[in-house]
């Protein structure tokens, strides 16, 4: 006999997710799990979740879906499993067993906090804070009224995030400082935001210096009105953005009144190129990078590739503490993994981009798609190339509001006094929130 759990689903969904798992295709599963997993019975979630578990070898996660599977109105069995699926990555699982075991248990501290760092990990804040602002008059101050501040802000909600961050008083336990001391900065680069910035739901340059303490240098043309608010998506770079780029990057710089003295060549291809170009283009000479060398614009391509190289890592936990004036510039930041160190100024935010040198797909005349191979001219050869290619930008679809250097500048203007300041560290997480057993 088959013992329950090994029982087919009933729902179409689930089914569907399970016949995807008899296929081997655990990455398929789930990609039909998050469009449905809180829609369907927990009971039969639990299941499917579970043979996806026990597939990938994760035992911790499999024994409470199993659990779950057997007792789906129990609340412990609920937050075992919500939290199991917190540790795994997949935190999309884990709301609506989560969510179930606070409506089944409202003042338990622990499933509200699991629920939040669920709704943190899948970039749900303004959930985090409608459940949160629920128990207002409870909340303790740390955690709880921090992951209300810190909520509210990545929401929008500037003026509920600094009520709530007023109201904390100092963290008696040492863990919560850094954390206390990223939200005071954010809120601080918001102040000086807010006179030249709107702080609304398209205003991407002005987010992105609150969240991370980076000066945006250009927005993209296309999509504006799809969501995209400024975002790249799929991006073939070329010499002109590049150029574009850093040309913003010499105004920024001019407007916060930061005069370097020389640009800092990383050494993967990409950077090394970029930072050639630069130094023309800002009137700099260009030598190897060194760490902790003040008064240098640091200029890297993109963090993620650079962090991919043998010698990366360890560039890049350099650059988590910077010198006095030194200032890194990324060219294209991708904005849906971002890099473990905020740089100071960024080009532009993409999802995906190939560099204008590298091996990029054409499409010939007779509409066939093939490959271009990747340039492998000496790195000055191209630096050349971006100093004297077309600045001029790009007219896009037509839904782009406009952008001229001087809105840029203006904005430098305002935040210099906060530029510079911010926590080297990429915004990923709330902070050491941890977890304990269900109560």
Same mark, same amino acid.
């Given at each position: 006999?088959?013992?329950?759990?090994?029982? =087919?689903?009933?729902?179409?969904?689930?089914?569907?997710?399970?016949?995807?798992?008899? /296929?081997?295709?655990?990455?398929?599963?789930?990609?039909?799990?998050?469009?449905?997993?809180?829609?369907?019975?927990?009971?039969?979630?639990?299941?499917?979740?579970?043979?996806?578990?026990?597939?990938?070898?994760?035992?911790?996660?499999?024994?409470? !879906?199993? /659990?779950? !599977?057997?007792?789906?109105?129990?609340?412990?069995?609920?937050?075992?499993?919500?939290?199991?699926?917190?540790?795994?990555?997949?935190?999309?699982?884990?709301?609506?067993?989560? =969510?179930?075991?606070?409506?089944?248990?409202?003042?338990?501290?622990?499933?509200?906090?699991?629920?939040? *760092?669920?709704?943190?990990?899948?970039?749900?804040?303004?959930?985090?804070?409608?459940?949160?602002?629920?128990?207002? *008059?409870?909340?303790? !101050?740390?955690?709880?009224?921090?992951?209300?501040?810190?909520?509210?802000?990545?929401?929008?909600?500037?003026?509920?995030?600094?009520?709530?961050?007023? =109201?904390?008083?100092?963290?008696?336990?040492?863990?919560?400082?850094?954390?206390?001391?990223?939200?005071?900065?954010?809120?601080?680069? /918001?102040?000086?935001?807010?006179?030249?910035?709107?702080?609304?739901?398209?205003?991407?340059?002005?987010?992105?210096?609150?969240?991370?303490?980076?000066?945006?240098?250009?927005? *993209?043309?296309?999509?504006?009105?799809?969501?995209?608010?400024? =975002?790249?998506?799929?991006?073939?770079?070329?010499?002109?953005?590049?150029?574009?780029?850093?040309?913003?990057?010499?105004?920024?710089?001019?407007?916060?009144?930061?005069?370097?003295?020389?640009?800092?060549?990383?050494?993967?291809?990409?950077?090394?190129?970029?930072?050639?170009?630069?130094?023309?283009?800002?009137?700099?000479?260009?030598?190897?990078?060194?760490?902790?060398?003040?008064?240098?614009?640091?200029?890297?391509?993109?963090?993620?590739?650079? /962090?991919?190289?043998?010698?990366?890592?360890?560039?890049? &936990?350099?650059?988590?503490?910077?010198?006095?004036?030194? +200032?890194?510039?990324?060219?294209?930041?991708?904005?849906?993994?971002?890099?473990?160190? !905020?740089?100071?100024?960024?080009?532009?935010?993409?999802?995906?981009?190939?560099?204008?040198?590298?091996?990029?797909?054409?499409?010939? #005349?007779?509409?066939?798609?093939?490959?271009?191979?990747? #340039?492998?001219?000496?790195?000055?050869?191209?630096?050349?190339?971006?100093?004297? &290619?077309?600045?001029?930008? #790009?007219?896009?679809?037509?839904? *782009?509001?406009?952008?001229?250097?001087?809105?840029?500048? #203006?904005?430098?203007?305002? +935040?210099?006094?906060?530029?510079?300041?911010?926590?080297?560290?990429?915004?990923?997480?709330?902070?050491?929130?941890?977890?304990?057993?269900?109560?």
């Amino acid at each position: 006999m088959f013992s329950r759990k090994n029982r =087919r689903p009933k729902s179409p969904e689930a089914l569907k997710a399970w016949e995807s798992l008899e /296929a081997g295709d655990i990455p398929g599963a789930l990609r039909v799990l998050r469009t449905v997993a809180e829609t369907l019975p927990l009971g039969e979630l639990a299941p499917v979740v579970g043979r996806a578990a026990a597939a990938a070898g994760f035992d911790d996660l499999r024994q409470t !879906a199993d /659990a779950l !599977a057997a007792h789906p109105e129990g609340a412990q069995e609920q937050y075992d499993f919500g939290y199991a699926c917190v540790e795994r990555g997949v935190s999309y699982l884990a709301v609506p067993a989560l =969510r179930e075991a606070l409506r089944q248990v409202p003042a338990s501290a622990a499933a509200l906090r699991e629920l939040v *760092s669920a709704y943190e990990r899948e970039g749900r804040h303004r959930e985090a804070v409608e459940v949160l602002n629920a128990r207002e *008059s409870d909340l303790a !101050a740390w955690p709880d009224r921090y992951l209300l501040a810190y909520n509210a802000l990545m929401a929008g909600d500037v003026a509920l995030a600094r009520t709530q961050h007023n =109201r904390l008083p100092d963290p008696e336990d040492a863990i919560w400082l850094p954390a206390r001391d990223r939200q005071r900065a954010m809120l601080e680069r /918001a102040a000086s935001a807010a006179p030249v910035s709107p702080l609304d739901g398209t205003d991407l340059r002005g987010w992105q210096y609150v969240m991370g303490g980076c000066v945006l240098g250009t927005l *993209s043309p296309y999509g504006f009105d799809a969501g995209m608010n400024g =975002r790249f998506a799929w991006l073939q770079d070329t010499t002109d953005l590049c150029l574009q780029g850093l040309l913003r990057l010499k105004a920024v710089l001019a407007a916060a009144e930061v005069r370097p003295g020389a640009v800092a060549l990383l050494p993967d291809r990409d950077s090394h190129i970029l930072g050639l170009a630069a130094a023309e283009i800002l009137e700099l000479p260009a030598r190897p990078y060194a760490p902790g060398e003040p008064g240098t614009v640091v200029v890297a391509y993109d963090l993620n590739d650079l /962090a991919d190289t043998d010698q990366g890592p360890d560039i890049v &936990a350099q650059l988590l503490d910077r010198a006095p004036g030194q +200032v890194l510039h990324e060219h294209a930041s991708c904005w849906t993994d971002p890099p473990v160190v !905020a740089a100071d100024s960024v080009g532009l935010l993409h999802q995906q981009v190939t560099a204008p040198w590298a091996e990029r797909m054409r499409v010939d #005349d007779d509409g066939e798609v093939g490959r271009s191979p990747a #340039d492998d001219r000496p790195p000055a050869e191209i630096a050349a190339e971006i100093v004297g &290619a077309d600045p001029t930008p #790009d007219e896009g679809d037509g839904t *782009s509001p406009a952008d001229p250097v001087e809105k840029l500048t #203006d904005f430098v203007t305002a +935040v210099h006094g906060t530029w510079l300041r911010a926590q080297r560290s990429g915004l990923r997480s709330s902070g050491p929130v941890t977890s304990g057993r269900f109560h």
